[in-house]
Structure formats: C-alpha cells, structure tokens
C-alpha cells in the first residue's frame, strides 16, 4: 500500500529557480532564502519518496486562454521543461509514475472530481522550481512526479474548500492503491503577492503566517477563505495558495509541523515554506 509521507506547501517564484541556474544562491540577496531550504532538502533526502503528487498552475506554457481546465493530471511517462520565453530550464526531464497517475485519474473521477487528463505537456517554473527547492541540482530528479494542475490564473478558480476536499479524494485514492510505495504531495504558489496594477509588489506577512498557523493547526477555517478575501489580503496572485488546501486535505486532520521557512522578498513576492507529517 501507499505510504504517505507527508506534505509540503512552498512557493514556486520563477525567480528562484533562475537564482538556482545562473549560481546566485549565495549572493547576499538571495542567501538568506536558500539557506532556509537546507532542512528541508535534508527531510527529502531522508525520506526519499517514490512518488511526489506536485499540486501547481500553469503559466501560460502548456495551456493558454484558448483552454482553461479547472483540475488537471498528467499520466505521461515523462515531461519536459517548457519554454517560458527564454528556452528551457536546464533541469533534467521530469519522470511520470503513469501507472499511479491513471489509478488517481479513475479513483478521482469516479469520485465526482472532474479531472482532465493529460497525456503529453511539458511543464513550466510552477512545478520545476519546488523540485529545485526541495532537491538542489540533481542529475536526475530524485522521485517520479505526478503534476496535478490547477487554474488560479482566469476567474473563476476553484475555491480553497474545493482544492481541501480533492486533496481527501487523493487520499482516498492513495489508500486504495495496491502497490507498494512511499509518497509525498506538494501544494505550491504563493504567498502573497501581485504582479500588477496599483497594488503591485504587495506583501502581507500577517495574514501569510496566519495562514501557515491554521494550516497546521485549523485547516478546515483556511478553507473557508473566499476569493475575493485571497485577493484583498494577499493580492491577485495570493489566490495560488488554495492550491496548498489540495495538499493539506490529503494529510490526516492532526499533522505535525516539522518544518517552516518564511522570507521577504523573493522577487517582488513573500515566499514561504512548510513541511507537514501525519499525526498518529
């Protein structure tokens, strides 16, 4: 049977990983945020999932506004980086687990979650850059990756009680599964953060470790948090974090936190990190 792990929320800032391929993480700007990542590339290297289930949105690469699928799974064997612009990151190709992913595709579908499957795309900074974070520069990426893809980008998106229930029909999926393995599961994007308009550059450190508070200890309430509350507090681009109530839904109720790393800025954007495990 499946073994889960445990969970992570972390942002997926482009800039991140530009930081990771050009060696500027040492650099007196971006030192302080890479060194908060050590513990939490040690916890991957100490539990060596299998299988991560990366939870994250699409940024124009793979899709665009002429197709908007609500909740996406890709069941490919494997998946290239994309080009964003600028060619490619020069990470190594993603590989898929097909075999898990059509077990997640049917089980949630079959649950009432209408999954759109994808059998070849290539996948952009949204779900690359958490590898980068929670893996360094490996040759290879050290797990097979499932990538579930969310819309945050055109109104509307699901809301974050939505993306909580998903994340307990992924469970309900991984403890049905046959086959012996152990996995992780990755909610990214945010924290708060906006690319334009008057409120560009807003940081909201309050309500971002608010939101890491309740979501340890009260995700249900997290859930709660409307779109138009995300926007308000958090920016347009806040919204990115009911992606992380698709990881928190597929833990148990009572987690323990194991980790937190909170810094600004990263870019123009408050980038954090937790790390969650299963409660007995």
């Known amino acids: 049977m499946v073994r889960l792990i445990g969970?992570?929320?972390?942002?997926?800032?482009?800039?991140i990983g530009a930081a990771v391929d050009?060696?500027?993480?040492q650099e007196p700007y971006w030192k302080p945020l890479f060194d908060g990542y050590g513990p939490a590339r040690q916890w991957m290297k100490d539990?060596?999932?299998?299988?991560v289930i990366i939870v994250y949105n699409d940024h124009a690469s793979a899709f665009s506004l002429d197709l908007i699928p609500t909740f996406l799974i890709g069941v490919a064997d494997e998946f290239?980086?994309?080009?964003?612009?600028?060619?490619?990151?020069?990470?190594?190709?993603?590989?898929?687990?097909?075999?898990?992913?059509?077990?997640?595709?049917?089980?949630?579908?079959?649950?009432?979650?209408?999954?759109?499957?994808?059998?070849?795309?290539?996948?952009?900074?949204?779900?690359?850059?958490?590898?980068s974070i929670l893996c360094d520069q490996p040759e290879i990426w050290p797990c097979k990756v499932i990538p579930l893809c969310v819309n945050v980008i055109q109104y509307p998106p699901p809301t974050g009680q939505r993306c909580y229930k998903l994340g307990k029909a992924i469970r309900r999926a991984l403890d049905a599964y046959d086959e012996d393995l152990s996995v992780?599961?990755?909610g990214t994007g945010g924290m708060s953060h906006q690319l334009?308009?008057?409120?560009?550059?807003?940081?909201?450190?309050?309500?971002?470790?608010?939101?890491?508070?309740?979501?340890?200890a009260d995700p249900e309430s997290v859930?709660?948090?409307?779109?138009?509350?995300?926007?308000?507090?958090?920016?347009?681009?806040?919204?990115?974090?009911?992606?992380?109530?698709?990881?928190?839904?597929?833990?148990n109720d009572k987690v323990k936190e194991v980790y937190r790393h909170y810094h600004v800025p990263a870019s123009n954007t408050a980038a954090g990190l937790i790390i969650l495990e299963n409660a007995e």
Request: no cysteine; hydrophobic share 40%.
């Open 196 to 216: 334009q308009g008057e409120r560009a550059g807003i940081i909201n450190q309050e309500f971002d470790n608010d939101f890491l508070d309740r979501l340890s």
């Open 47 to 51: 539990n060596a999932p299998d299988v």
């Open 22 to 25: 050009h060696g500027k993480t």
């Open 80 to 131: 290239p980086p994309a080009d964003e612009g600028y060619g490619p990151r020069e990470v190594p190709t993603v590989q898929g687990d097909s075999k898990l992913a059509w077990h997640l595709a049917e089980s949630l579908i079959l649950d009432e979650f209408d999954m759109t499957v994808a059998n070849k795309m290539t996948v952009d900074h949204g779900l690359t850059v958490p590898l």
């Open 7 to 15: 969970g992570v929320g972390t942002s997926h800032v482009p800039s």
């Open 184 to 186: 992780a599961i990755f």
């Open 223 to 251: 859930a709660q948090i409307s779109h138009a509350e995300y926007i308000m507090e958090s920016g347009s681009e806040g919204i990115e974090m009911v992606m992380w109530m698709i990881m928190r839904g597929a833990l």
